[in-house]
């Protein structure tokens, strides 16, 4: 990667023995910005002159990793599988039966519950096909998205309507402070922000919220800040959330998949992708290694979320239903922990 610059050296100390007298007057930062333009020119065109080779080959390998990590983990991927779409299917059938009821009671909390439940399987899904393409951390990473949804399902439905209420209409403070974000950059990210009317609209929408829920209602998690009335509305946040429904447990595997996230050092050296690897090797892409935490933290968060939906209707399906899911979640953790032994 240095055939470019040598060649500049040679240049530039063939111009100094030319003429030693000049030297001082070469201008190297000139001679760099003249002769960039013809080397950009070089290297894209060898680049374009064999792209279609390279990615030809790259896919292929791509796909004969991801065939190949599929045949090792097929158990566990298609319970997996199977389980989203009982999920998923519950939620359809939840919403389908109900929402005319719903809409006719004004019932919020229904619809937001359905809605998260509906991230869920989404984001469930997304996990299925990183780990089926061997990327258990990004399925890791995605899983904490996962927990964060279905942690505040089950805040807005042990805390009912006014939550549910709020939660709704913080959107609008989310909104307002993230257009003040974007003015405030508008030049140096090169992108138009909001006019000043439409930031003014909002602002006003804004205040009027605080008028109603009061000063707490501006913080991040200031829908959820009520509910804490001797804690300062600032120190509310997820942890506070997940404390208050009992999945406090889970803190350290949350943890865990945030390093899969933030730039720390802890996830520059631990990766699932190396989980059956004792060599200290940087990777860069595919892993058929450490499905299991991943696929089974899905599975249980998966099947909670879709408890809290079926359990706003308790009928004797919906009960049966919750225990076959709830099965299914813990097979895939024994099917998962099992192939990984192998």
Known sequence: MD????EFIRILNKKIEDNPNKSSDINVKELIANITPDLVEVIDKSINESSAEMLQERQQCFSEFASNNISRWKSGFDLLESHIITCTEAGENINTSYRTEAVENNDLLFDLLVRHHARAC?????????????FPDAAHSRWRALHEVNATAMFLDKHGSECAERFYFHDVIDSYDGMKEHKKYEERLQAKAPSAEIIEECKQEYDRLIKRYGKSFSSHYGWAAYIFPDRNP????????????????????????SQNIHAGS????????????NDDILVVGQSNSGMTDPAHATALSLM?????????KPTLDHIVLMEVIRNYSDRIGQTFLSISKK
């Open 122 to 134: 989404h984001i469930s899904n997304e996990i299925l096909c990183l780990l089926k393409n061997g």
């Open 3 to 6: 055939t470019f610059h040598k």
């Open 234 to 257: 600032r120190t509310v946040g997820f942890a506070t959330i997940e404390k208050d429904v009992g999945l406090d447990h889970m803190r350290p595997y949350y943890k865990w998949a």
């Open 304 to 312: 909670q979320v879709t408890c809290v939906l079926l359990k706003l």
């Open 266 to 277: 802890k996830g520059m050296r631990e990766r699932l992708a190396l989980a059956e690897c």
